[in-house]
């Protein structure tokens, strides 16, 4: 035999090893920019990613996995970049139908005047669900696969957000005044301890308790909010900060800031996630980092509600857990968490005068690994692993805006937006396919929309 022929023979052998050595998977996604955000920052060009069932088995070169893997299902991901989903730290999923109400006021003048009163006369289950419907479509739309919540009727939240397919972390809001869905703190707690027993283990679904801020809860009702989250073993959501007016409630409570304040009462500890965190001394930043507490930082909303810029540099610096959020689409307006990754590098770069202070990585990190380690799930998602769940995102590489293309880190950050999405797994079920939503009816979800905005401005028209 000659020695070509013997050479052939080997590779026919390995070839017929390999096909029966192949492991058969739900689904592949080939041939793409891997930008896995896993611990070496490695970026697989060309890619793939195999999936099975809810989670990720392969992560490595398309050869590689095309050696290893079957998959009864394969997305083609060429010149597209294959990511973790985004990692949306705070939002208030069904604000989204108060979009656009009222826009150029304070915080405390658009709470107390405008958001609190059309609350009070709209908010129901029913506004919730088509609230929440519409978000999720947004968000899946715009590559969100896990999405922190603080809402009323939170329950009706988790159970749209489970039908849409995304991963929620929803904590019910206790507040000190008559809400839609309870008329005491007693009575809100009471309705999170449900929510908790209902969705405590679920898959997809993380309950927790969200007492609003201390600006609307006493003492004794913050307490009893994080007494009721630790005894679950659930995350505590809240307001921290959020504006140099805040500092006041701290003084009148005798302690010099809002950090204090809530330390005083043995609050911090890890499981709080505390939206925004913008107006935050040294020793504010110390107890934060020594209490474990995870940050949500919300560039877009505190520079639309002109709160203030949180020292994002200095979280970094200090190694306390900071992800981003949207805050809720009245204060954004939209849920886009490309342009929040943007914006949360350009207003870090312009407050420290440092170009250096966010950039592209960081930014991109934040969005995933750094919201994952903030809402406490960074073992289970944040990043492409094996063993990780599959929320995975393949975006889009070839609009004129995105052309040439030196570097996808830099793109996804500075050029990418949410629509530039094409396909949104969450859970290693495809939610959208080439801008296709497989668990939502658009139509249907907008036309549900604008019938609800007919009720609000009836409801706001004075
Ligand atoms: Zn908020």
Redesign the pocket.
Same mark, same amino acid.
């Given at each position: 035999m000659r020695p070509g022929a013997i050479g052939a023979l080997l590779i026919a052998a390995v070839a017929v090893v390999s096909a029966q050595g192949q492991r058969q998977v739900s689904l592949l996604v080939t041939n793409g920019i891997v930008v896995t955000m896993d611990g070496g920052g490695r970026v697989i060009n060309p890619g793939s990613v195999a999936i099975d069932g809810a989670d990720i088995v392969g992560v490595d070169t398309a050869g590689a996995i095309r050696q290893q893997f079957r998959g009864r299902d394969t997305i083609d991901a060429a010149g597209q970049v294959v990511m973790p989903g985004l990692v949306n730290t &705070?939002? &208030?999923a069904p604000m989204v139908l108060y979009r656009g109400l009222a826009d150029d006021l304070a915080l405390m003048d658009w709470l107390n005047n405008y958001i609190f009163p059309a609350e009070a006369k709209t908010v129901s289950p029913e506004f919730v669900r088509a609230g929440t419907r519409l978000a999720a479509l947004e968000m899946i739309e715009s590559g969100t696969t896990t999405f922190a919540d603080?809402y009323y009727f939170e329950e009706e939240i988790a159970r749209e957000t489970k039908a849409a397919g995304l991963r929620g972390v929803l904590g019910e809001t206790v507040i000190q005044f008559p809400v839609a869905d309870a008329r005491t703190p007693a009575d809100a707690l009471a309705r999170a301890e449900t929510f908790i027993k209902a969705f405590k283990g679920d898959p997809l679904i993380t309950p927790a308790v969200a007492p609003h801020a201390i600006y609307t809860n006493d003492s004794a009702t913050l307490k009893a909010a994080r007494e009721l989250s630790t005894r679950y073993n659930v995350p505590t959501i809240i307001?921290m900060a959020?504006t140099q007016a805040e500092a006041t409630t701290a003084k009148e409570r005798g302690s010099p800031s809002v950090v204090s304040y809530l330390d005083s009462l043995g609050f911090l500890g890890p499981g709080v996630v505390a939206? &925004?965190a913008v107006w935050v001394n040294d020793a504010d930043m110390t107890i934060l980092k020594a209490r474990g507490v995870g940050v949500s930082h919300?560039p877009e909303?505190n520079m639309k509600l002109a709160s203030g810029i949180a020292p994002v540099k200095a979280y970094l610096s200090a190694g306390v857990a900071i992800g981003l959020?949207t805050?809720?689409a009245a204060?954004n307006n939209d849920l886009d968490m490309f342009e929040a990754m943007r914006d949360a590098s350009f207003l870090s770069k312009v407050a420290t005068s440092d170009p250096t202070a966010v950039s592209a990585k960081t930014a991109l990190q934040m969005a995933t690994m750094g919201g994952a380690r903030v809402l406490g799930m960074d073992r289970q998602i944040g990043s492409l692993e094996p063993g990780k769940h599959a929320d995975v995102i393949v975006v889009g590489m070839s609009a004129a805006r995105q052309t040439p293309m030196y570097d996808p880190i830099s793109h996804l950050v500075y050029v990418t937006r949410g629509d530039d999405v094409q396909t949104t797994i969450v859970n290693g079920k495809v939610l959208m396919r080439n801008r296709k939503v497989t668990t939502l009816d658009a139509a249907a979800v907008l036309k549900d929309a604008r019938m609800w905005a007919g009720k609000v401005r009836a409801a706001v028209a004075r």
């Open positions: &705070h939002t &208030h603080m307001h959020e939206a &925004h919300n909303s959020g805050d809720g204060s």
